[in-house]
C-alpha cells in the first residue's frame, strides 16, 4: 500500500469480542479510496459489527480504526450507510423523497420545510439512482428493489467518501440484485466512493470486487477475491477441509455448513 | 341559536374553547408519530392511568388535572424503562395499566367527594375546569407543540428509518423518551377535553384520517392538527347548544366522522399517486 494514499477505511490491530466470544483479532486492513470491498463470512461472525465499528456506533476491543484518517464517530457526514433490507410499513405516511431527504438533513432539530438547495440535492440523488419515476409515492407501497435504490439515495444525497452496505441485495430478486450492484459500481466509478459491502453470496458481486475481507472462525482473511477465494485459504479459515470450485465466472465453495452461511437473519 | 351565542359570550366557554383547541392541536401533532410507531396501546395506556393519577390528586389536593399529570409523568417513566424495545412495550404497558387502574378504583374509594368527579375523568368535563387550570393546560399544550416542532425531523428519522437515523448522529433512545412524555402530557390534556375513555378520538383518528390523504409526512401532520381542531371546537360548540349532551359525544362523532369520509375518498386518492412496477 502506497504511503502517499491515505487509505479511506484503516484497521490496525482492530479486535473485536463479546465477552469470552472472540470475533475477530489482530485485524490489519488498509482499503484505498474508491476500493470496492466485500466482506464475507459465516452468520455471527461480525460483519454488521465491523460496519457499526465503522459508522462510530460500536467501539473495537483493540486496536485503532480510521475512515478517511479518523476516528469514527456517529453522525459523521463522511459515511453513507445502506442497513440491511427490511420492508417499510406499507401505510407509513412518507414519500421516497422524504426518506431521501432524511439522509440530508434528517438529524437536524425543526420542521422539513421546502427548501431550493436541499430540493436539489435530493432530485440529484434520486436521479443517481434512477428513481425519479416513483420519488413521490408513498415508500411503503413500492417494491423491495425500489425500496432499495432510495436507500442508497439516502445513503448518498450527502455525497459521503465511504459507503457501508449491510447485506443491500438480501430478499431481492437476481434482477433487482444486478441492479442494485450495477448502480453501487457506476458511484464508485464515477464519484470514486468507497464501498465496503457486507454479503453472504460473493458472486453477485465478484465482477466488481477489487478486495474481500472474510471473517470466520475468529480469523479473518483480506485480499483479491482470487487470492481469498481459495481451498487453501478458506480451509485454514475455517479450519476445515473446503474446496473452492470455478464453474464459469461463478464461484462454488464446498463444505461450508449451508446452515450457518445462508440463512443468516 | 340563541343560547350558544350567549354563551360564546361567557368566559368559561371561551377558555374552553381555547383550551380544547389548543390540546386538539398537541394531540393533532403527536398523532401521526403516535401511528407511526405504533403507540396506540400507550395512547390508551396512559390515559386510562391518568385516571388514577386524577383519582390521586383529588383525594390529595382537590385537584384532579394535577394529579393526573403528575401521573402521567409517572406513568411515562415507567413505560420508558420498562418497555425498552418495542417488542415488549405493549406487554409492559398492559402490566402497568392493570395494577394502577385498580390503585384507581381503590383511591376513589377513599374519596368522599362528588360522585361525578369520576365521571368526569372518565368522560371529560372541559366546562368544569377551572380558569386556573385552564391556564395550566392551555400552557402545556402550548409547550408540547413547541417540542414536537423542535424534534420533528430528528422523531420522523428515528421513526421511520432507525438504525440510519442512529448513523446519522440521532439519539433514538432519548427521542423516543422525551416523546413518551410529550405524549403523556398530551393524553392527559385530551382527557380533560373528552375523558379517559376517549382519548383516542382526538390523539389517533385525526391521524389515521390525515393518513388516508397525503403521504408528504409534513401534510399528513397539519391535516391531523386541523381534523382534531375541527372535531373539538364543532363538538364543544354543538355541546353548547344543545346544552345536555357532554361534548365528548360530539368530538367522538365528529372526528370518526372525518375518518369515515377519508376512508372512503382515500383510496381514490392513493391510485392517483404514479406507480411504476
New interface residues.
Given amino acids: 500500500m502506497s504511503a502517499a494514499i491515505e487509505p479511506a477505511i484503516a484497521l490496525r490491530g482492530a479486535a473485536m469480542r463479546y465477552g469470552a466470544r472472540t470475533l475477530w483479532t489482530d485485524l490489519d486492513l488498509d482499503i484505498e479510496p474508491g476500493a470496492f470491498v466485500a466482506v464475507l463470512g459465516p452468520n455471527g461472525a461480525g460483519k454488521t459489527t465491523l460496519i457499526r465499528i465503522l459508522l462510530g456506533l460500536t467501539a473495537l476491543s483493540g486496536g485503532t480504526v480510521t475512515v478517511g484518517g479518523r476516528t469514527p464517530k456517529r453522525g459523521d457526514e463522511r459515511i453513507g450507510y445502506v442497513p440491511q433490507q427490511r420492508a417499510l410499513d406499507r401505510d407509513l405516511p412518507i414519500r421516497g423523497r422524504d426518506l431521501v431527504r432524511l439522509g440530508l438533513d434528517g438529524h437536524r432539530r425543526g420542521l422539513p420545510l421546502v427548501r431550493g438547495d436541499v430540493a436539489a440535492r435530493v432530485d440529484e440523488a434520486i436521479d443517481a439512482v434512477g428513481a425519479r419515476a416513483y420519488a413521490s409515492a408513498p415508500v411503503g407501497r413500492l417494491s423491495g428493489g425500489e425500496q432499495q435504490r432510495l436507500r442508497i439515495a439516502q445513503a448518498i444525497a450527502g455525497r459521503p467518501l465511504v459507503l457501508l452496505c449491510d447485506e443491500p441485495l438480501l430478499s431481492l430478486d437476481p434482477g433487482h440484485q444486478h441492479g442494485v450492484t450495477e448502480l453501487l459500481e457506476r458511484l464508485r466509478r464515477e464519484r470514486g466512493t468507497t464501498i465496503l459491502f457486507v454479503t453472504h453470496e460473493i458472486n453477485p458481486v465478484l465482477p466488481y470486487v477489487d478486495r474481500v475481507l472474510y471473517l470466520a472462525e475468529g480469523r479473518w482473511a483480506a485480499g483479491a477475491p482470487d487470492e481469498v477465494f481459495t481451498g487453501e485459504r478458506l480451509s485454514e479459515l475455517y479450519g476445515t477441509p473446503i474446496d473452492v470450485l470455478r464453474v464459469r465466472d461463478r464461484i462454488v465453495v464446498v463444505g461450508i455448513d449451508e446452515e450457518s452461511h445462508h440463512h443468516e437473519h | 341559536m340563541d343560547n350558544i351565542s350567549f354563551y360564546l359570550q361567557q368566559p368559561f366557554a371561551q377558555h374552553a374553547l381555547l383550551a380544547a383547541g389548543l390540546v386538539a392541536v398537541a394531540c393533532g401533532a403527536i398523532g401521526?408519530f403516535v401511528?407511526?410507531r405504533r403507540m396506540a396501546f400507550a395512547v390508551h395506556g396512559t390515559s386510562e392511568l391518568a385516571f388514577t393519577g386524577a383519582a390521586a390528586g383529588l383525594l390529595i389536593a382537590g385537584n384532579a388535572v394535577a394529579g393526573a399529570l403528575c401521573g402521567s409523568l409517572v406513568v411515562a417513566a415507567i413505560i420508558g424503562v420498562l418497555g425498552e424495545r418495542e417488542s415488549e412495550r405493549d406487554a409492559s404497558i398492559g402490566v402497568v395499566l392493570a395494577f394502577g387502574l385498580g390503585i384507581g378504583v381503590l383511591l376513589l374509594g377513599y374519596y368522599h367527594g362528588f360522585a361525578t368527579a369520576a365521571t368526569n375523568i372518565l368522560f371529560g368535563d372541559i366546562f368544569g375546569v377551572s380558569t386556573g387550570q385552564l391556564v395550566l393546560l392551555g400552557a402545556i399544550a402550548v409547550a408540547v407543540v413547541a417540542v414536537m416542532?423542535?424534534?420533528?425531523?430528528?422523531l420522523?428519522?428515528a421513526s421511520?428509518?432507525p438504525?440510519?437515523?442512529?448513523?446519522?448522529?440521532?439519539h433514538t433512545r432519548a427521542l423516543g423518551l422525551v416523546f413518551l412524555v410529550a405524549l403523556a402530557v398530551t393524553v392527559t390534556e385530551a382527557a380533560q377535553v373528552v375523558g379517559t375513555l376517549l382519548v383516542l378520538s382526538l390523539a389517533i383518528t385525526p391521524a389515521a384520517a390525515?393518513?388516508r390523504l397525503?403521504?408528504?409526512?409534513?401534510r399528513?401532520t397539519l391535516l391531523s392538527v386541523l381534523f382534531a381542531l375541527v372535531a373539538s371546537e364543532a363538538g364543544l360548540v354543538a355541546s353548547l347548544a344543545s346544552s345536555t349532551v357532554k361534548p365528548s359525544v360530539f368530538i367522538t362523532s365528529i372526528s370518526f366522522g372525518i375518518y369515515v369520509a377519508c376512508r372512503l375518498g382515500g383510496p381514490f386518492v392513493?391510485a392517483r399517486?404514479?406507480?411504476?412496477?
Fill in positions: 401521526p401511528v407511526m416542532t423542535g424534534i420533528y425531523r430528528p420522523l428519522f421511520v428509518d438504525e440510519v437515523a442512529a448513523a446519522r448522529g440521532v390525515a393518513q397525503t403521504a408528504s409526512p409534513l399528513a392513493q399517486v404514479p406507480r411504476t412496477a
